[in-house]
């Protein structure tokens, strides 16, 4: 028997909405620092995987400020930094699958794990772009293996897809930092 | 709420589908990146049998492999091979990230795992870093 390859599109409508609705959020996340860990969803019932959330959401943003004040600080990097872009998006599609979350999930407690929280004190660039860089692709290995942390937590199926989607942006995101991998 | 079983059974077709490719792939290509085509087909293969025995572990039935599959353009040089590869590693990702949602905690890190690594694979074929891995 033949078969069609490789395999089926895996693009459901929710992700499209969510996506579309990181590019709406993504101005709001880039002025947020630290945003609070609330376990309430904004409809106002509990949201089980609220502390995840707002870590990974934290995580994130503070990503897309190191790129920033890489960029800043070497302004010739920026084309190349343009990578760093999706940092924004990522905080703001976890933080768009709250509202649907909160009313379809029962209240668990896996939000009382320790998360790591990140500082949200400025970003440190070191002092020549080439340790600039490395910090970056180091950050971003960091983040890919934060995120398959914190998707043993998770209780909303769509948000640890999403989670596992973002450690796999931040991956490709810190080889392409980090040099040629082309195979 | 999506059937585990079925994102199991959907993982298990595309993880087969990615092995049949990467003979596609190796044929056309030689030296290192060959190598690395071979290296990824045997990932594949051992992702698809730990699938492949989640699924008998809940009794679920596993697809079996179907003789041959249809690329979606045809393989017939280097830059090619390198596009199949680069594609049935992205949709890989996405098929994957969905699975892991519907594991229990135990067993979703090597499957986030294994997306991270397509997801790398998906760089070195292609040289590109998607924003969202698994959107193809």
Known sequence: MRSHLPVPLVTSRRQLLVISGAMTLGALAGCTTSPSPSQQSPSGTADPDGAVRATVASSQTALAAAFAATVRAFPTLAKSLAVGDRHVSYAAAVTATATATATALPTASATDLPLPVVSPAAPVVPTTAVRAVAALAKAEQLAAGQCLTQIMVTVDPELTRIITLIGAGCASAGSVLAGPNRA | ?136
Not at chain 2, 29 to 38: D, W
Not at chain 2, 56 to 68: G, M, Q, R
């Open chain 2, 1 to 136: 709420m999506p059937d585990v079983d079925a994102a199991l059974q959907d993982a298990v077709k595309g993880q087969d589908a990615a092995v049949y490719a990467y003979g596609l792939v190796t044929a056309a290509l030689t030296g290192a990146p060959a190598s690395a085509a071979l290296t990824a087909m045997a990932d594949h293969r051992v992702l698809r049998d730990q699938l492949r025995a989640l699924l008998v572990a809940a009794s679920a039935s596993a697809p079996a492999a179907a003789a041959a599959y249809d690329p979606p353009f045809p393989v017939v040089d280097a830059a090619s091979a390198r596009r199949l590869a680069a594609l049935v590693e992205d949709r890989c990702v996405g098929q994957l990230a969905a699975l892991v949602g519907l594991l229990p905690a135990a067993q979703r890190r090597a499957v986030a795992s294994a997306a991270q690594q397509g997801a790398l694979r998906t760089v070195s074929w292609s040289g590109v870093a998607a924003t969202w891995p698994g959107a193809s």
